[in-house]
């Protein structure tokens, strides 16, 4: 579930009580309710988006910046930004970046999720 500000699930409410400037996903240090105090174990692949992530960041490889992986976060959208999870967007700014600087080719990333997609169907998940 999205963290949402009271009468506002979309975030998307600029009014007076949002400073001017202030993008949808920049919810920091406003009102969201209650914290959700359930934790939940962290499944395979996000941890694997986390160590992917940080492995094209390293020193040696440098093929992804922290600037250029918020800027792709930021650019998602509203409703795609809050209709995913966290380890949701991280992956899929992360795509957008890779493919941008040519290092994917998003037709053969697109296949490569259906296949997936295709199998994980057959075997029932």
């Known amino acids: 579930m999205a963290a949402h500000r009271d009468g506002d699930p979309d975030n998307t409410n600029l009014s007076s009580a949002r400073d001017p400037g202030r993008g949808y996903?920049?919810?920091?240090?406003?009102?969201a309710g209650p914290i959700e105090q359930d934790m939940t174990e962290t499944r395979p692949w996000e941890k694997l988006s986390?160590?992917?992530g940080n492995s094209l960041g390293l020193k040696g490889a440098k093929l992804v910046r922290t600037d250029e992986v918020r800027?792709?976060?930021?650019?998602?959208g509203v409703d795609l930004y809050n209709e995913l999870g966290y380890f949701e967007r991280g992956t899929a700014?992360?795509?957008?970046?890779?493919i941008e600087?040519?290092?994917?080719?998003?037709?053969?990333?697109?296949?490569?999720?259906?296949?997936?997609?295709?199998?994980?169907?057959?075997e029932g998940r």
């Open 50 to 52: 986390v160590v992917l």
């Open 71 to 76: 800027r792709t976060r930021e650019e998602l």
């Open 93 to 98: 700014s992360l795509a957008t970046l890779l």
């Open 25 to 31: 996903h920049d919810i920091g240090g406003l009102a």
């Open 101 to 122: 600087k040519g290092i994917l080719d998003k037709d053969e990333l697109e296949a490569r999720m259906a296949a997936i997609a295709t199998r994980m169907a057959e």
